[in-house]
């Protein structure tokens, strides 16, 4: 059974620092990986879908990056702002469903 | 281009009763799934509709039943509420062959 974890479950920095989040899977055999991010009480809004056959893909400031073997993958988010205060889910698509992750809860403080 | 929507967007039950909401997926999509986000977790699949079949199912009991109709739009129906299915319903609509999700804004439902 595919397990998705998160780490850390929480992270505060302040403005203008780059960070790192990351997320690990228990099964290599998916066919893309997905970051999203959460809005308190909204949906879910596509970041980054990396396929399974890549090793990294960038939209602006966001950098995701897969390494499928060893079961990791990381987003990159450089020069954070407030604006990017969210919860980060990273979801494994294996087939027809995606298995997500519990997430990780972003402040930046201005 | 509308993206995915969901309707209602809150919703207040009691044990017991049923609920139906509703999900228009995004133009040019074919594939609706569901997902159950209790708070402070991540998304849980509930099942996949294609082709007004179900495709797939996560780990759910039947009081979870869905349907899609010939315009792609889906609905999901929960049987005998209980305290424990106040969530947020997610619906996500793709392209069938593992193409990128699309999520709606969700349906929050309350159980009293």
């Known amino acids: 059974k595919q397990e998705v974890t998160q780490i850390p479950a929480a992270l505060s920095v302040p403005e203008g620092e780059n960070l790192v989040l990351n997320c690990s899977f228990t099964?290599?055999?998916?066919?893309?990986l997905q970051w999203f991010r959460q809005d308190p009480g909204k949906g879910l809004t596509s970041l980054l879908l990396?396929?399974?056959?890549?090793r990294e893909q960038t939209s602006g400031r966001l950098n995701a990056s897969l390494d499928k073997s060893s079961g990791r993958s990381t987003l990159y988010i450089a020069a954070s702002q407030p604006g990017d205060s969210a919860t980060y889910l990273c979801?494994?698509?294996?087939?027809?469903?995606?298995?997500f992750g519990a997430g990780t809860i972003l402040r930046v403080k201005s | 281009d509308a993206g995915v929507t969901q309707s209602p967007t809150h919703l207040i039950k009691t044990r017991g009763q049923q609920v139906t909401l509703r999900c228009s997926p995004k133009?040019?999509?074919?594939?609706v799934s569901w997902y159950q986000q209790a708070l402070g977790q991540g998304p849980q699949f509930i099942f996949q509709y294609y082709e007004e079949e179900e495709r797939q199912r996560g780990n759910f009991p039947d009081r979870f039943s869905g349907h899609q109709f010939p315009n792609y739009s889906s609905e999901l129906n929960v049987n005998a509420l209980l305290l424990g299915d106040s969530a947020l319903y997610l619906c996500?609509?793709?392209?069938?062959?593992?193409?990128?999700?699309?999520f709606g804004d969700g349906t929050r439902l309350s159980i009293l």
């Open positions: 133009s040019g999509h074919d594939t």
């Open positions: 979801a494994v698509n294996e087939g027809n469903k995606l298995v």
């Open positions: 990396i396929q399974s056959s890549q």
């Open positions: 099964d290599s055999a998916i066919y893309n």
């Open positions: 996500a609509s793709g392209r069938s062959g593992n193409q990128p999700q699309h």
